[in-house]
């Protein structure tokens, strides 16, 4: 093998840079090319790629978001679009590909492994930590630092003026960030997608911590759980408790990665480039127990990650 791709696919993460930074240093220190892909399969299908070298990466292990930037591309859905993305393949002369993405861009990896043969190793790189395979994804850790952060910060006026605060956080699908940072934050309640809640008893816990005396709660919600602005006004309704809702959005996707993040990102990149000169085809790396392991990615994209219900369960607990 002498030359091989990378691609930042679907949403950014922080750590994703240096995840690059790790595939190219390892890959040019082993006398591997590295060429870098524009706007993940995008510029996969549209040939936008160039040539990276040890400068290409300098001063990047610090920085969120994707120096390779992302998008998420229809058109590689379509057999014509990976048609036209194996062409660029052969002419720049490919013989693996690294995708640092989620679900959504392993998938796409898998197809085209499976149609055109190219080996691929998948980095997961998504701040909702929902990739099964790995314990941990590039980005969460820095995503719920982040949201811990605004919690914190928002407990201040929430004290001051006696305040029931909703925080919305991002997980459309899961709860990973509203559980970790809940749990570090000290919110009263957490909602998540897989839990099912009732806004009564919400607001039952909220009326019990007032009468003990508590002038301020924090509620974390994920966004796929439902609407913080709706489940704030519902609150307000029921209760008569001055309410508040904060969306942090795609705050949690920016900022400097996490030490944790960065060096995770490290280990993950330098394992890709070394199961792609081993001969390894559609894996995926990630860290288990501490350790950087391997999965292939059809089992990957097979299982689904769930939320420790323990965890959840013991936040609710010491927030009583």
């Known amino acids: 093998m002498q030359r091989i791709g990378i691609l930042t696919s679907g949403g950014d993460s922080p750590g ?41 990466v ?25 048609a036209k993305a194996w062409e660029n393949v052969e002419r720049f002369g490919l013989e693996g590909l690294v995708v ?18 190219l080996p691929v190793v998948g980095i997961p790189g998504t ?14 850790d820095t995503a719920v630092n982040t949201a811990v952060d605004a919690i914190n910060k ?4 929430a004290t001051s003026h006696e305040r029931t605060f909703i925080v919305e956080v991002m997980g459309r699908d899961t709860g990973f960030i509203a559980v970790a940072a809940g749990l570090a934050g000290g919110a009263e309640s957490i909602l998540i997608p897989e839990h099912p ?4 008893e919400v607001c039952h816990k909220l009326c019990k911590g007032y009468r003990r005396g508590k002038l301020h709660s924090i509620i974390v919600v994920a966004e796929g759980a439902g609407s913080g602005l709706e489940i704030g006004k519902q609150i307000k309704e029921r209760t008569g408790f001055d309410t508040k809702v904060t969306i942090l959005g795609h705050l949690q996707r920016g900022g400097t990665p996490t030490a944790f993040d ?9 394992r890709a480039v070394e199961l792609l000169m081993q001969g390894a085809t559609s894996k995926m790396v990630g860290m288990s127990a501490g350790k950087i392991v391997e999965t292939n990615l059809d089992l990957v ?13 013991l936040a609710s607990i010491l927030a009583i």
């Open 16 to 56: 994703m840079n240096a995840a690059i930074r790790a595939v190219v240093r390892k890959a040019i220190y082993h006398g591997l090319e590295v060429i870098g892909i524009k706007r993940g399969f995008n510029g996969f299908i549209e040939g936008d790629m160039e040539p990276m070298r040890l400068g290409s």
């Open 58 to 82: 300098a001063d990047i292990i610090h920085r969120g978001g994707t120096i390779l930037h992302t998008a998420r591309s229809e058109q590689f859905k379509t057999p014509a679009g990976r």
């Open 100 to 117: 640092i993405g989620g679900d959504g861009s392993f998938t796409g990896a898998s197809i085209f492994h499976r149609e055109y043969g």
């Open 127 to 140: 701040i909702d930590n929902d990739i099964s395979g790995t314990d941990y994804s590039i980005g969460f």
């Open 154 to 157: 928002i407990r201040d006026t």
């Open 197 to 200: 809640f009732s806004i009564e």
């Open 262 to 270: 960065r060096i995770l990102a490290s280990q993950l990149g330098a």
């Open 301 to 313: 994209l097979g299982q689904k990650k769930t939320v420790d219900l323990d965890v959840y369960r």
